[in-house]
């Protein structure tokens, strides 16, 4: 049998590229699967499989060994790919192998292969070599070239008569047909598939700006990673693109992936899958039975399952295997491929498309399909069976908005139903001024055939009034409205007496009311509970995550929407999901409070990435949570900056009016500039500010934002401390600390709490600061709340040394304790015992010089209990003199 000779470089393990991303996470994870026998790097073409192989051995270290086979096309035939793992295995062991590589040379074409015993004699060898058990790595790249039923076999065969200490990693696009079942129930299996694989946004935009070809345009480079959705090789074609540009070279971003994908993708595909490709293109996402339809066939299932195998970009969009999407950048090349087929056959799909939908009930994905045909009567007579209760519940404002921009002007206004989803379409888009002008149309259906029926229509237009007069700031019409709503509405009415209850549980906070807040919510949750929709229930639990946060009890709230984010994952929904958007962004919110910043700042951008897909309001504090996140950090203020401007384009493309945006973000630049040094900034908005929200007759604060007062009156405060006004500074805080109090509202108490030992600490009144910090440590001992203790921890951890050294044992303390800076870590770690808080009194004495005797008139103790502390002082700072003892108490952050 002949058998071809490797080609040059094919046992050659390649290099990391110059734009090497380094995927550090990724290489930890394999490291800590050491025990895993089998490694399986399985995603479509461009993840970086190869890379991240490449990565993981070269951070190998003794003892381990690795072997690297770059398996090709000519691999296919079981002899060669035999002969090729032999000469792999013998860049190792150069003496295995040596009878069975000339067997294979000397066998004849027409004689089968045995590989029984070929393996056994071959293994035999490897095992005698491997007497010493050192650890090898054998990497098998590309094994997708070779994958068959009887190369499948011979590898599998192979890797069960492996020596112990072997750890075989493979790269493929496709899993290989081998007992992975067992593997994996064994726990010798790690898996990692394009989910693992995919760039994060961050590390996107870090790499794309780190190339210094493309420019630093946060808008631009959000749409290009969004387009991207990790695919590595989209993001060098991005670059290669850029410094073409930058070149004056002719090359485009799609021209350059479209290609990629058609040769390395596409093309490779069989026929019969390529021409369902085409057949499905224009679908944004779809089941295989929609696929029947629209073709006109019965195999889609079983492409669709060629597809998953073999890693072609399909996307998931449920757990259960039902719904799939291709990659954005994927389908952008099918459709530019398939664009030149005309207008008639596209159109056919999507009525036929448009069929299959409403038949499933599915009515909103039909409208979509009815304008996507170019049929906007037939989108509006769909529209009309629209469930009002849908729409509150997805409130998809962005599909709403596309077609109310499609449909006629005079389609539009033909019935009450379109009237009520064009008037929520709007409200829920802040076009409050278009809204209440749709709202008025509803005039023209009045009166209605019978009582029941005016009462139901004149309840869902109250409803929606009071949405419409809560969002622009007019608190009284809204609550009349709400109250006449629920009056007119039967309990079957779900989803316009629900948003009537979050309305007025919402003024309620606005109103300082956390007590009529919560009635509403429970009110609000009954009624959710009731109807069985997991959307509603999900609006009522992240305002019931608002009133425990409000409460302090931040811990809680976090569980509470943790729960919730589980719920809605496992509902099957082909697009986003504003509610979700929303409860991620809060989480997120939370998760900073509670001390994980890296945690926090991922679940924010992930709401917001999911509030923007679905044009929600709620992007707006996702990007000022974001904001105050980067804020933290020593050179964040850039990207905090940053991050407020992208927000404020954001609600002017969007036409958004100042009402929902500008105080916050106001109050938050302010905020930056005072800290930036920029105070005159400040100046200029803040006192305006101010008086807006805070002193006579104040406005309404936004929907999601119930205390912009207070933040704005604590910078506010931060803005005459700098002016040199401590006393009005200080005055102002005591009374919002006690307005605060006195409502119920622990988690801004207690930042309100933390400004004031600051600036008690830096007027030299240190026993002030302390015994407030304690008291603030004490009232949020019940949760561990980090994120008010923030500032102290960086800026006076000495005094938040002695404070929680004297603090009572709490979980709050501890956590506390663990974040103090390096340099000054903990005493209760640090020494052989912890100070009493007799012991510190007296450390802190000796420290301003007294005596003895002074120390005894200061404590009111005796002479004698002086000495005996003053020598369990230095015997637990580890000293002999006393000089020593202030010196070591210093370092340890335990004196100021």
Known sequence: MPVSVPSPGKMFRPPLPVDHLPRPELVRLIQDAVRCRLVLICAPAGFGKSTLAAEYAEHLSAPWRSAWIALERRDAEPAQLLRSLITGLRELFPEAGTAELALLAQLPDAQPLAIESLLATLTADLHRYCASQQPVLLVLDDYHLVRSISNDSLCALLFERLPACFQVLITSRGRPQWPLARMRVAGQLLELDQRQLRVSGDAARSFLQGTGAVAADPQWLRQRIERNEGWFAGLRLLALTASAAAARLPASEEQLVQEYLLEEVIGTQPHHVQTFLSEIVWLDHFTAELCDQVRDADDSHDIISWLLQHQVFLVPLDSHGLWYRFHHLFSDALRQRAAAEGLTARRGLHLRACDWFREHGHIAEAVEQAMAADRPDEAAALAQHLPLDQLLAEQHVSTLLRWKAVLPRILQGSSARLVLVHGWTLALACQLEDARVMLGRLQYFLPQPDGAA?????????????????????????????????????AGNTGSRLMSMLTLADIALCRKDIDGARQWARTALDLAQRSADPLFEAQVMLL????????????????????????LAALDYSQGLAIRAKLAIYHGYLIGQL????????????????ARACRDIHVLPGYCLLAGIEARRRDGFGQAFELLAEAERLMHQWDIPPVYYLGWGTALKS??????????????WLPRLRQTYCLDDPAAPPAFFHVLPVVIDRVYARLLWGRGEQDQAEALLWDLLKELRK?????QALSVMTQLVQMLYRTQRSAQAQKLLLEAVAWGADDVIIGPFVALLSQMPGLVQRALIRAPASQLRDSLQERLPAARHSAQTLLVEPLSSREQAVLECIARGHSNQQISETLFISLHTVKSHARRINHKLGVARRTQAVARGKSLGLLG
Not at 671 to 684: N, P, V
């Open 454 to 490: 005016q009462q139901l229509l004149l309840g869902q237009a109250l409803a929606l009034q009071s949405y419409i007069a809560r969002s622009g700031g007019n608190l009284r019409e809204a609550t009349d409205c709400a109250h006449q709503s629920l009056q007119c509405l039967e």
């Open 544 to 567: 019931r995550a608002r009133l425990l946060q409000a409460r302090g009890e931040v811990a809680r709230a976090c569980r509470l929407l943790e729960q919730q984010l589980g719920v």
């Open 595 to 610: 001390g994980d910043l890296d945690a926090a700042r991922r679940q924010v951008r992930e709401g917001i990435n999911e």
């Open 671 to 684: 905020d930056l500039w005072i800290s930036a040094g920029r105070q005159e900034l400040a100046e200029q």
């Open 743 to 747: 409502q119920g509202e622990r988690l």
